[in-house]
């Protein structure tokens, strides 16, 4: 992207310049290969563009600002919505994070907003004081503060970037562009970074269980992981309960039952034995499956910031209780067999 060289004022009163960035509404091979790579969790705080002033197309000072994070989805999603608009678009620094997440952790928030504003010199690029906000940017906006520290007002635009040219037409957000949406696509597209980051400690526990409990402990290691990281998303309206981690430990327990009847049935396993095999799986598969589902949090508008951490308070030390209580179990078990006592 290039840089211009625009004249502001600064806090001193100076004229010094200020640095605007050209972009465009053109998503390139590139950009999708960018794009590729950080839903699959590669190089995943890389995928970032620079904060500061973009000029898409040719705005003039009456043409309308909008907000954005500076990771390269959010961005790009933001850029190609807009094809065939000038505009401004004004980057805040989000560490490489999208607006939802950034919004909830603070980084696209009032105080960087304000800032960028500031260092931009917008106020003497445009001459109206409005910029627009993603809808989802709003938990960590104060338009309030916004307007009375900088003298811009924020206008909330549509939950979805697609929306913006029917909105910047109307000058008005319908009941459908403010519905908050979390769609089959859109959770199955989280499901290959979920599974990257749980890939090697799946690995490792599953050798692990190979040569201390055989295959059918194995298999129920890659079960339990699958079922947190590719199922959960793909059920998640329509497992019963609202909290994240209770779906995730009912969806565990129903994977786990399979396991459970094949301990217990196993002719080879003395009662005892049989009875502590099956209870392993019904306690360790799902706190493994609700750990996993407990990070989908993150990733939908379905929750928010006290509701999450009321749930990591609330079912954390469960799953922890359930995961080390089969744990034991399953460690007499290995020891047991190895020793010959079965």
Same mark, same amino acid.
Request: proline share 7%.
């Given at each position: 992207?290039?840089?211009?060289? =625009? ?12 640095? %605007?960035?050209?972009?465009? =509404? /053109? ?33 003039? !000072? ?47 928030? /009032? ?20 910029? %627009? ?67 090697? !400690? ?62 217990? =049935? ?12 099956? %209870? ?16 989908? /949090? ?18 954390? !030390? ?17 020891? =047991? ?6």
């Amino acid at each position: 992207m290039d840089t211009a060289p =625009s004249k502001c004022s600064g806090n001193s009163g100076i004229s010094q310049p200020a640095v %605007i960035r050209r972009t465009d =509404s /053109t998503i390139t091979s590139a950009d999708r290969l960018d794009h590729f790579l950080a839903r699959w969790g590669v190089n995943r705080s890389g995928h970032r563009v620079e904060p500061g002033l973009y000029q898409l197309g040719n705005p003039s !000072p009456e043409s309308p600002i909008f907000a954005s994070a500076n990771y390269t989805l959010s961005f790009d999603a933001l850029r190609s919505a807009l094809k065939g608009h000038d505009a401004y678009i004004l980057v805040l620094d989000t560490h490489g994070i999208n607006v939802w997440c950034a919004a909830g952790k603070g980084t696209f928030g /009032t105080g960087e907003l304000v800032n960028r504003i500031e260092i931009s010199g917008l106020a003497g690029i445009v001459t109206h004081r409005k910029i %627009i906000v993603p809808q989802l940017g709003a938990p960590g906006i104060s338009w309030p503060e916004v307007l009375r520290k900088s003298g811009f007002n924020v206008e909330y635009g549509p939950v979805r970037a697609r929306d913006l040219p029917e909105y910047l037409l109307t000058h008005s957000a319908t009941a459908e562009m403010r519905t908050v949406r979390f769609p089959l696509r859109e959770r199955l597209v989280l499901i290959p970074v979920e599974l990257v980051h749980a890939a090697l !400690p799946t690995v490792i526990a599953a050798l692990a269980l190979w040569f201390l409990a055989g295959q059918v402990a194995a298999l129920a290691a890659f079960i339990a992981v699958l079922a947190g990281t590719v199922l959960f998303p793909a059920l998640l309206p329509y497992i019963p309960t609202q909290d994240f981690s209770t779906k995730g430990l009912i969806l565990g327990g129903v994977v786990a039952l399979p396991f459970a009847a094949a301990f217990a =049935s196993a002719p080879a396993l003395p009662g005892w034995a049989a009875a502590i095999g099956a %209870i392993t799986p019904l306690l360790i598969m799902p706190a493994v499956t609700a750990y996993l589902a407990l990070n989908f /949090t993150g990733s939908t508008t379905f929750t928010s910031r006290t509701g999450v951490k009321k749930e990591i308070f609330r079912y954390v !030390p469960v799953m922890a209780l359930m995961a080390g209580g089969g744990i034991v179990l399953g460690i007499l078990l290995g020891v =047991s067999r190895l020793a010959g006592v079965i």
